[in-house]
Antibody, heavy 121, light 113 residues
Framework: QVQLVQSGAEVKKPGASVKVSCKASGYTFTGNFMHWVRQAPGQGLEWMGVLNPTGGSTSYAQRFQGRVTMTRDTSTSTVYMELSSLRSEDTAVYYC??????????????WGQGTLVTVSS | DFVMTQSPDSLAVSLGERATINCKSSHSILYSSNNMNYLAWYQQKPGQPPKLLIKWASSRESGVPDRFSGSGSGTDFTLTISSLQAEDVAVYYCQQYYSSPVTFGPGTKVEIK
């Protein structure tokens, strides 16, 4: 069965960076794009970007351009999302979510369990 | 960007009664070449990730109870829960995946009256 297992909760100081991992199993890792979505406490869902596991190409939401980096390790079927220059407004649960075979044009059929990132001095 | 709006923000429905959630896109998400609407509905329970319920506006995911149904086309869509059960208490989000960036509606909270 498809599983996306994310790394554990993080507490970071303002200005620091955080790197969240998402290990995929139960399907062909390079067969589906992987998206990252975040959810601030009590708020809705915000798309951050997407990675193509085959070549590693990415597409980021404009508001995160320059601060977010998505990478992958095909040997371990793991994708990573690194967010830099953290501020308090980045406190949120970060989810990886499996998409389809293109940057957009498919829903997200499996989600990781979420990783809480808390930014606090 | 495509802006998704939902109404109402929240609703309280008696057990066994119908719940209806509306979603509107700022632009049409009907792709003319395949006549498909690029609209999904997700259910999110407290402390859990979202769960895909419906894709292509009206296609239920495997395992989703048939009391959940989706309808609509172009810019206006509806999620209907025909007979609300206690386990349906959740926040429901619509999402367009027609255009990047994909965008979500703000969510509708469904509670028991």
């Amino acid at each position: 069965q498809v599983q996306l297992v994310q790394s554990g909760a993080e507490v970071k100081k303002p200005g620091a960076s955080v790197k969240v991992s998402c290990k995929a199993s139960g399907y062909t890792f390079t067969g589906n794009f992987m998206h990252w979505v975040r959810q601030a406490p009590g708020q809705g869902l915000e798309w951050m970007g997407v990675l193509n596991p085959t070549g590693g190409s990415t597409s980021y939401a404009q508001r995160f351009q320059g601060r977010v980096t998505m990478t992958r390790d095909t040997s371990t079927s793991t994708v990573y999302m690194e967010l830099s220059s953290l501020r308090s407004e980045d406190t949120a649960v970060y989810y990886c979510a499996r998409g389809g075979v293109r940057y957009s044009g498919d829903p997200f059929d499996y989600w990781g369990q979420g990783t809480l990132v808390t930014v606090s001095s | 960007d495509f802006v998704m709006t939902q109404s109402p923000d929240s609703l309280a429905v008696s057990l066994g009664e119908r719940a209806t959630i509306n979603c509107k896109s700022s632009h049409s998400i009907l792709y003319s070449s395949n006549n498909m609407n690029y609209l999904a509905w997700y259910q999110q329970k407290p402390g859990q990730p979202p769960k895909l319920l419906i894709k292509w506006a009206s296609s239920r995911e495997s395992g989703v109870p048939d009391r959940f149904s989706g309808s609509g086309s172009g810019t206006d869509f509806t999620l209907t829960i025909s007979s609300l059960q206690a386990e349906d208490v959740a926040v429901y989000y619509c999402q367009q995946y027609y255009s990047s960036p994909v965008t979500f509606g703000p969510g509708t909270k469904v509670e028991i009256k």
